[in-house]
């Protein structure tokens, strides 16, 4: 098995969630981050003081499968979360041992 | 001089100026995290920007002496005469009558700011406001307070059903069409980052209410008491109407509902409250608080996205308080008012429907010629990346909350 | 007609209003955020559903032609009577009176609701304040202010120790222990979500609490001034003592404890402002700093979880309170009042203890009975699943924020 | 007595009051969300700590009999002769004079604490402040209010320029230098946390600022209503020239800087605000936005750490402001007033100047003596650790939100 | 090494934190997260408008310990977070290739 | 490749930021956590209850770098987050099997 991490701009989250949902995939957690990277931040003025603001909100989303079904989530991710201008984020792939259901004890590929 | 009377018109001269602030922050809750400063902003900028156009010459063109019932003349231009004397036919200080109604000026703009938040440019809103007062506000209020055509015709306009509610939301509509639905409106969510912030702001809109309904008597005698009373009695019942209608149509009683009907019963009551007494005011409040509901569902219907339902509530509430007024209205509750179509007279009805007619009219036209000038000067719109990013970060170079 | 006097309640009736929306974010920033709606809900519904009880029999229950000095009759039934011309024996129309005595009777029952907050059912909430109006707050003010037994007997209670505090502290002990605590109390914990709400919110029940107090004159005169004075010195002493004992006894001085503590003098001084001096008010306000902390800490080991401390606060101040207006009242300071025992009249501490018990123990009773019934018909809380989500999505369908 | 003055008066002081929790948000929106609730604290603590000081002693040092022209006696000791009579000289009863002024030694030295919030310790904290408004602001609030010396010379302050916000402007000067910079100023960014708190904030402040300068009148008279405009007018002004600067300087006009501007205007006009008229209050609030904003600029390159502005604001504002009254002061507006240079009177802007020199220097000296003294004795900062873990938990054991 | 990654419903934080602690483990990382799978959402109405919300609040625990320890954290785990209702949660195992202490700079199993 | 995920104090942000930078590290998503570990809580104190806080504000930093550059990486954090005071934080590294750059479907050692 495999946890798909996918650092998304936040207004793309909808479209993520249906794509992943049309392949089947029946869970996935979702986190509030902060991005830094090659999209540009903005300044913010307060009173006299000038900041650069150089962490932008993403949203990462996690999701398990198995390892046969990832590259279709990298596609289906991929074609949902792009617009092509730059921030559009990244994907990372890592492997996953074991995966517990906590209600019922199932394991691993029965557990998702 | 009554001193009695000039205390009582100050303090609610300061009650309405707090409405601002209040709808501020009723407004900032609506909408989401990234757009709440600008959205505030817009009120707070009418406290600055309002107050100096009514001082240089928009108190003269309301208040002025008349011209051709339609606008004051420059007579006032620079507060010229506006002093610590009586006003005539008044028993306060001319300069304090001049200053409650500046409360309403700043006021009025910014209820429309309702309709284009979250996507406005703010230049073009300063040019639009700074416009609309001029050519919209002053001569409707000069129409109807300032002793132009419609006094004349002996329209009933206590508080502001028409130059405030109707006026503001007619314009909403208009600008709501100009200006354009907000990216995405229709398919992802737009949902209140913050009602917290729009519950303490109805608290603060009720509560700022008194002043603007009563003090609008300019004396602390018993019409203003009838006003104070009928107008937190139309607060109540619009407030539980509305919440009690969603609760059967939708199966939740919601508090964004309780705050919305809330004002729906403020502003229809507001033309109305120093003519009608205390069974009407039920009526008023009630039935407001269910046709606004309804005319705020429609709108998804109709298909334009006026973000904080300005047309619904004060559009649909300014209309209905204003007809109302002409049928419930009665000398026995103010002997200087009129009796409406219940009292025997339906005259007083027609004008109001005349006065209903002309406001909407008039408010609809001048607000989408200048909407559409500024539109082909300089655009309406902040760009397509700046709305995604919020309009607090690309307009104002600003963040609501950094928790 | 005096003039003055009338924009004195009208202006003190806004206060009073404000009050409420000052309650609901002074509570609701001490829920957990899942529930912050729905207790400030529970604040705002009785702006609307209060006043219209008000309008149609409460007032008259209350203030209406005694009926064997336990309750007014139906005289004024929908405000019949209840014009525009002065109220018999005082100086201020009728009207204004009422809208006065209008906002006392919303933010009673407001403030038991703190003691059931986090988990009662919407449905069964309105009821038991509809029915707690008509059935314990009418007749309880009735007797004390509508000329009723205790009245007659001289009973003093300037702005409503005995009406509000204690009152709704009392009903909050039998709600927050017929409703039951809240799931997890005791071993979950249970933290304020956002303490600058709650101090935003003392704010705004202090300011509006001078309405409160003075306005309770109905009159701008000396005896008002000393009322808004001592109430001023009360809640700084009450809030100053609250925050050094919890320094000794904590070693933390928390801004919960100066917020607390401000309200506990503030209700302390409620029955007391018209009838004591400022030495008088330091020693109310400052003992009742410390015996409400102290209520408070008790709570923890008699087990009941009243969520936001109304019996603590409210109840206890409320006895203290009325108590300590039959020790320190003086026809010097208010020539219409009384002479407490340290004046002189120990007649007049007893009257009070008879005002406290039989406050205490018919609002105690009836309450018990109200909720017991409704249990049993229809239920009082939530279901565990709910309470678990949260009272705000699953009653209204809401949630507070979306930052 | 005049009640209309009383009730006018009365509410005034209710109004300065709610200045205070206005000032607390206002400046706890602008900290690290660590530090939010131990902000707030200051002001609150204020409303306990300020008002029985000046109930035991603080009100006789200002305004009992004079004593050499420096101070009163302690001939009010304990609110002695302070009753519900009405004050010699006046028309409302001496204890709600008492109250108005009572409301002024509270917010003053909570303005200060703007200056070193973020890192002072509480218990210091309060040492200064009682400290501060026993040797300060009696003192300097008897010279120009109470019949000392610099009211003999005939200076114009009618709402407390000097007293006020040149006085905590320049205690917030010399604090921010004695106390130090916050741990990383310079290099780590000091964002604010929430200015929807910070924008209701100075919505507070500007209704609050009616009673503070309409109020000072004493009276509900053409004076008061002068002094009402002029005050709304110079906030406004205050408002857009602050941002119009920062749009032209910065390229963004932002929220912070409207409040601001609001602030500088305010703060400037109150000296003036009974003596000058509309025009006036045109340049004072006008040019006020923008000195104000040069020397909160100018901070950065002079190095000292005012967390909140305060000198930059109410330092420069208070002396600007009492500056232009002696330029714009005339008889025409007030006849108890003066006339300003413009109106023919050199010697009143001398007297002016006068007056600036005296209070900056008094109030910059005392203030150090105290602070180096407190500093000495018990040190003034939290440590480094209790910083870094943000004040509002390692002195108070609450955190600000738990969302 | 490994991570132990449990995804649980809010309430549980403590009753899960207690148990890794009476297992002796020393430290958790902790994460306010929107989950999205089979446990239903709830409707939401704003004025006109309803929205059905199907991300609910979840809270992650992340624990790394050395990998002799994994099965017992996991008993744990399911002990403490177990309501036996939908949607309490998933536990998800993945390898740890390195960890550092940032005060010592001690090593792996030494760091923990 | 590798991600490497440092939990460190919440004021270190940007030196750790800057020191990335330097290594030449082009990206990173930070997260607010909180932690449970060895460095103490707090009490708070809210009327008459009190409790122990002993989840502590901190700060994950999540960075993809190939696996060459990993050990310079966690030098570098350590040396920018370290105070030397008990919660300075850990550092965890684990396989990263993927990575995709979601604007122009780039993989791996590309798409960092
Ligand atoms: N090496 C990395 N490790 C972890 N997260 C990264 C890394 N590089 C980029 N990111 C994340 O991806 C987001 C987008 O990256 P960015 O360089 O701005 O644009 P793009 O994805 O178009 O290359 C960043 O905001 C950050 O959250
Ligand atoms: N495949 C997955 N990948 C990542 N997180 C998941 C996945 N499936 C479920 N989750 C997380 O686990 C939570 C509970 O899952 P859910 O399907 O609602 O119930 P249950 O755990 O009882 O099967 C979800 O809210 C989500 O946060
Ligand atoms: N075994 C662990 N698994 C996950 N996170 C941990 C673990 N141990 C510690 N942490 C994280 O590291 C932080 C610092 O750990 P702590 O024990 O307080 O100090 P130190 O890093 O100095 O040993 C904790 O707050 C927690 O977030």
């Known amino acids: 098995m495999n946890k798909i991490e996918a650092i998304i701009k936040p207004f793309k989250l909808d479209d993520v969630k249906e794509a992943l949902h049309s392949l089947g995939v029946q869970g996935m957690t979702v986190t509030e981050v902060k991005g830094f990277g090659r999209q540009k931040g903005h300044k913010e003025i307060y009173r006299g003081a000038e900041y650069l603001v150089d962490f932008l909100p993403k949203i990462k989303v996690e999701v398990v499968v198995k390892t046969s079904l990832v590259n279709q989530v990298i596609e289906k991710i991929i074609a949902a979360a792009r617009t092509g201008s730059i921030g559009d984020g990244k994907i990372f792939v890592t492997p996953v041992e074991t995966v517990v259901r906590i209600r019922t004890g199932e394991r691993d590929e029965d557990a998702l | ?403």
């Not at chain 2, 008349?66 to 005469?81: E, P, S, T, Y």
């Not at chain 2, 005698?221 to 939708?250: C, K, P, Q, Y």
């Not at chain 2, 033309?271 to 569902?297: D, F, H, N, R």
């Open chain 2, 1 to 403: 001089m009554n001193a009695a009377d000039t205390a009582f018109v100050m303090i609610s001269a300061a009650l309405v100026l707090l409405m601002t602030p209040g709808l501020a922050i009723f407004y900032g809750g609506l909408t989401r995290p990234k757009n709440v400063l600008s959205t505030m902003m817009h009120s707070f900028f009418l406290m600055g920007l309002a107050s100096i156009i009514w001082l240089i010459y928009g108190y003269s063109l309301a208040f002025g002496p008349d011209v051709g019932g339609f606008v004051g003349n420059l007579a006032h231009f620079m507060g010229h005469g506006v002093g610590t004397e009586v006003k005539e036919g008044l028993t306060i200080p001319h300069c304090v009558f001049f200053a409650f109604q500046g409360m309403f000026v700043i006021i009025t703009p910014a209820l429309i700011s309702g309709a284009f938040a979250e996507r406005m440019r703010f230049g073009p809103f300063i040019i639009f406001t700074a416009l609309w007062i001029t050519f919209v506000y002053a001569p409707v209020c000069h129409w109807i307070w300032g002793g132009g055509w419609l006094a004349k015709l002996g329209i009933l306009d206590f508080a502001g059903g028409l130059v405030v509610h109707l006026n503001c939301g007619v314009a909403a509509l208009v600008a709501a069409l100009v200006v354009g639905k907000r990216k995405g409106y229709g398919h992802r969510s737009f949902i209140p980052h913050n009602l917290t912030l729009t519950l303490l702001g109805i608290g603060l809109l009720w509560f700022g209410w008194f002043g603007f309904n009563a003090g609008s008597r300019l004396a602390a005698d018993g019409v203003a008491g009838n006003a104070f009373i009928v107008t937190h009695m139309a607060a109540a019942t619009g407030s539980l109407t509305w919440v009690f209608a969603e609760w059967i149509l939708r199966g939740k009683p919601t508090t964004l509902g309780l705050a919305s009907g809330a004002v729906a019963g403020l502003g229809s009551i507001t033309p109305a409250c120093g003519y009608v007494g205390l069974e009407a005011s039920l009526v008023i409040g009630g039935i407001a608080g269910v046709i606004c509901y309804m005319a705020v569902l429609a709108k998804d219907k109709l298909g334009y996205d006026d973000s904080l339902d300005v047309v619904g509530i004060h559009g649909v509430g300014g209309v209905w308080g204003t007809f109302c007024t002409g049928l419930f209205a009665s000398k026995l509750i103010n002997a200087d008012g009129g009796n409406g179509l219940f009292f025997g007279d339906a005259h007083q009805l027609l004008v109001q429907i005349i006065g209903i007619l002309a406001v909407l009219i008039y408010s609809a036209v001048i607000t989408a010629v200048l909407l559409y000038a500024i539109k082909a000067v300089s655009g309406l719109r902040v760009t397509a990346e700046e709305e995604e990013l919020g309009v607090d970060t690309s307009a104002h170079g600003e963040v609501g909350y950094n928790l």
